[in-house]
């Protein structure tokens, strides 16, 4: 889907289409925007059937943001300053100070992310969950999949989607995912692209190798000091040199992938390995002097992965931590429990006692809670037993006596 969080937004907000906007920070809470507009635009009534007429000008900008919260999208307009996601705000306000920032709705993005899906389902039965705003769809044997080499189904796909939803997407079409990928970026947005394996020279050796999907950042720098930027000096190297410099499974891979080689099968379906809820905080915070708003805000994460599990229908049975302090690095703690579980009192109480293993005296920027070792909730379960009186309480309480 191109630009998909705002995108959403557009359908909501017309008036901001074309223009730089990042969406990022705080969730989205409509009354308070309705309350303010009638407290400072009292020249009429506003209400949530007006959003549509709201003057640009009214929104906030981005150079106003005081925060530390990072970026979750940005529209096109905005990318061409050089603002991307997971991009601190306060950064990408240096670089777009007058992009409009807009808080995150991801109930409507899910709401949306299922409409476009199923408008797929409805037409091309073999696809590929990857996400909120993207899919694997097999056009092998859809009805007319291959002709002008799957362009006529490319474009039906958008026809649909924009006719259900009003949003726009872009396509890439090759012989496999690797490749279908890459080409699903080459014409964004509202592109269609296609790949033929003959191709790979002209149309993918001269890309840079963070072009392809599983190269990070880490692989990309070892490789640029190789002297290794484009895919084709990467296809140029020997799998024996990659293998020895890059490890059996890897330098294969890389080997197979420079050559635009995929086996992988369009999965129609996956079982979750984990589901996890984090959050950066606007300020760091400190154990002991900010306990009651981590406490709160570590009960809002448990009851959140809790709801996340029951809506989806898994329960599991190793429960986790994460931690960013504000020298920025990591800490993870998690344990298993003999019970499977989606309660939300039972992951806070077992979290807390991971919570327990980590020393806090540092502050912290960010905190997540995350259940592994997932299952179906249907499956015969072990009894589950009931947290000691007041164990779940504070869990910070117990950490705090010793960092003081």
Not at 119 to 127: E, F, G, S
Not at 137 to 161: M, N, W, Y
């Amino acid at each position: 889907m191109d630009a998909f969080y705002a995108s959403v937004e557009w359908l909501r907000y017309p008036q901001l289409k074309g223009l730089p906007v990042v969406i990022g920070g705080a969730r989205r809470r409509e009354d308070e925007l309705i309350e303010r507009l009638n407290a400072e635009r009292p020249e009429r009534t506003w209400t949530p059937a007006d959003l549509a007429d709201i003057p640009v000008d009214f929104f906030p900008r981005l150079q106003n943001y005081v925060g530390r919260g990072v970026i979750t999208t940005a529209s096109y307009a905005a990318r061409a300053f050089g603002v991307g996601s997971a991009m601190g705000l306060m950064k990408a306000a240096r670089l777009c100070p007058q992009a409009i920032l807009l808080p995150v709705d991801f109930a409507e993005y899910r709401k949306y992310s299922r409409a476009f899906k199923q408008v797929i389902l409805d037409i091309a039965p073999v696809m590929e969950d990857r996400g909120i705003d993207e899919v694997y769809i097999d056009f092998t044997h859809v009805p007319g999949g291959q002709r002008e080499g799957g362009r006529v189904l490319a474009r039906l796909l958008q026809k649909s989607i924009l006719d259900a939803t009003g949003l726009t997407c872009s396509v890439g079409v090759a012989p496999n995912k690797l490749l279908a990928k890459m080409a699903s970026e080459f014409n964004k947005p509202n592109g269609i692209s296609i790949v033929h394996e003959g191709d790979v020279q002209t149309l993918i050796w001269p890309l840079p190798c963070r072009k392809i999907n599983g190269i990070g950042p880490k692989t990309d720098a070892r490789l640029q000091e190789h002297g290794i930027h484009s895919i084709g000096e990467l296809a140029a190297r020997e799998a024996p040199w990659l293998i020895e410099h890059f490890g059996p499974s890897h330098g294969a891979w890389l080997h197979q992938a420079a050559w635009g080689r995929d086996e992988r099968p369009v999965v129609t379906e996956s079982e979750p390995v984990s589901m996890s809820r984090e959050t950066t905080f606007e300020r760091d915070l400190h154990a002991v002097r900010d306990r009651a708003e981590l406490g709160a805000i570590f009960t809002e994460l448990a009851e959140q992965v809790a709801a996340d599990l029951q809506r989806k229908g898994y329960v599991g049975k190793t429960i986790g931590i994460k931690l960013r302090f504000d020298d920025f690095k990591i800490a993870t703690r998690d344990q298993t429990v003999p019970e499977y579980t989606s309660d939300a009192r039972r992951i806070r109480q077992v979290a807390g006692q991971c919570l327990k293993r980590v020393d806090l005296s540092r502050r912290l920027r960010l905190l997540g809670v995350r259940v592994g070792s997932l299952r179906h909730a249907g499956e015969p379960l072990h009894e589950q037993p009931e947290a000691p009186d007041g164990e779940s309480l504070s869990l910070f309480e117990a950490q705090s006596t010793s960092a003081e």
